[in-house]
């Protein structure tokens, strides 16, 4: 068997595919042989007996597709060049693509509030946010829908146009069209969004999942060193603010840059999502179907970290970068922060981002969850306690170079969320992706919308107190949910145990 990528062999693969093919109908012959599968309240049955070479009278589907998946995933594991296989170059190529688009949006999102401070238009900046995230919040019931009609590389490209129109909008600002294109920008990350969740998901396996979503964040996090680097490029040296002709050749390099993002998803070759992921066929069966799973206790749980994660994204990418701007008027800050203070201080976060995605997600699969997140809310206080003494009250005196180094543990913290709530979700939900994702970002996004309007008016202290307030909370519930989830019983063989079954018939 060759494993080829849309035409891009991956050689050497041959002979250690063919002992996972032999695995594969193993498995398939097998059958119920040797399954179990949790009943009530954790009991469990077993399933027919070994050697059976039929699935007549299997009551539970999904335990023939564990079977499958543990297939599939000794395929990947037998490989000796399992880093290339076709998963993690999809997952290489889609991660690209979001290099792209993000660099794009996050450089606007760091700049755009003083930008358009120093042009006159006040709030315009955090107002526009806070419209592409409330957007972004409700648009996320009509996502699943659409993958089901498109599917998650189309839905992604579409999404992506919403990017293009706010950036282009800003190249000549006209206040009601940039709002509008704000709302449309919303609309499309919903869209772009779940269909990363579903691609991501389709792409992995429960053994993977962790590293995969560590791949595509480091990926994904380096869109702040391009986006900080193509500012730095275009913004002069030693500049108190960015003029408008500045900002006009800034964000026609953003735009193009988006719109790159988007022609490589043409790249972008998925399998076929779980067999249930689809669900209903009609848009209010889909998000009636989304709603329900809230029912859940597990993921309303999980959902309060989510939450807080919004609250997390407004503070770092909004009001933070604001003070550092210089035009927060509630901070005066000393005169050696300049407008490259904001550009040097996302390459900060986009290392930490990077180095944290990297280590975190394949930490998370060493030792599980709920240990990571502890990491990242110890991070999140520590930051939070430092940025409130020292650039806030100035108990000492603040310098970029400490402004810097907060932002890199703000960096730290945000990839230990990035990347455990993606994957715990995957984790709990691989049959209903696209629902789980659809409420990841609806509760994302509605917190990021909340925050960014109470911004311009709460007290700074006040913006960190609910930030504690929702850390420790989801922390707690997070926790909560993986230990559950890890001292479940465990639902199907592995393929090794399948080999050893028949090695005994």
């Known amino acids: 068997m060759s494993h080829a990528f849309d035409g891009i062999s991956l050689p050497g693969m041959t002979e250690q595919s063919n002992e996972a093919d032999r695995l594969m109908g193993t498995t398939e012959t097998l059958g119920v042989a040797y399954t179990q599968e949790v009943t009530g309240a954790g009991s469990v049955t077993t399933v027919g007996g070994v050697g059976a070479s039929e699935t007549k ?112 909008s800003l190249i000549r600002v006209n206040k009601v069209v940039f709002l509008a294109a704000s709302c449309l920008n919303g609309v499309g990350a919903a869209l772009v969004w779940t269909g990363q969740g579903t691609a991501i998901t389709c792409c992995s396996n429960e053994k993977t999942r962790g590293r995969n979503s560590g791949i595509f964040w480091a990926i994904l996090q380096l869109s702040l060193v391009v986006g900080s680097s193509l500012s730095l490029v275009i913004i002069p040296k030693n500049a108190s603010d960015v003029t408008q002709e500045t900002a006009r050749k800034l964000y026609i390099g953003l735009a193009s840059m988006c719109t790159l993002g988007m022609l490589i998803l043409l790249l972008l070759r998925l399998k076929k999502p779980p067999h249930d992921a689809r669900g209903p066929a009609t848009f209010f069966g889909l998000v009636k179907k989304t709603i329900t799973l809230l029912k859940e206790r597990k993921i309303r749980l999980v959902c309060i970290l989510i939450f807080f994660t919004g609250l997390h994204i407004s503070f770092w990418q ?103 709530t993606f994957a715990v979700l995957g984790d709990l939900y691989p049959d209903r992706v696209s629902d789980a994702f659809a409420l990841n970002f609806f509760f994302k996004a509605l917190a990021s919308a909340v925050a960014f309007g109470y911004t311009p008016y709460g007290p700074i202290w006040v913006q960190l107190v609910v930030l504690g307030t929702f850390l420790a909370t989801g922390t707690a519930a997070f926790v909560s949910v993986s230990r559950y989830r890890a001292n479940l019983p465990t639902m199907h063989v592995q393929a090794e145990t399948v080999t050893s079954l028949l090695s005994d018939a």
């Open 57 to 168: 009278g299997l009551t539970d589907t999904h335990s023939a597709a564990h079977l499958a998946e543990d297939a599939n995933n000794t395929r990947s594991n037998t490989s000796a060049m399992g880093w290339l296989g076709s998963e993690v170059v999809s997952v290489v190529i889609m991660g690209l693509a979001f290099l792209c688009m993000m660099a794009s949006f996050q450089t606007s999102s760091f700049f755009q509030s003083s930008i358009l401070k120093a042009q006159g238009f006040n709030n315009l900046g955090l107002v526009s946010l806070g419209l592409v995230y409330a957007f972004f919040s409700l648009s996320n019931f009509v996502a699943p829908f659409i993958i089901s009609k498109i599917g998650a590389r189309a839905c992604m490209m579409v999404g992506a146009l919403g990017y293009i129109a706010m950036l282009a």
């Open 318 to 420: 909004g009001q933070y970068p604001l003070i550092l701007s210089g035009k927060e008027p509630r901070v005066v800050l000393p005169d050696a922060f300049k407008a490259h203070t904001v550009a040097y201080l996302m390459m900060c976060i986009c290392g930490a981002e990077v180095l944290g995605s990297l280590i975190f997600g394949k930490l998370s699969d060493r030792v599980g969850r709920w240990p990571v997140v502890l990491i990242g809310g110890l991070l999140a206080t520590t930051a939070y306690l430092l940025i409130y003494l020292n650039i806030i009250r100035q108990l000492w005196i603040p310098t970029p170079t400490l402004a810097y180094i907060y932002g890199v543990i703000l960096g730290l913290a945000d990839s230990v969320y990035n990347t455990q």
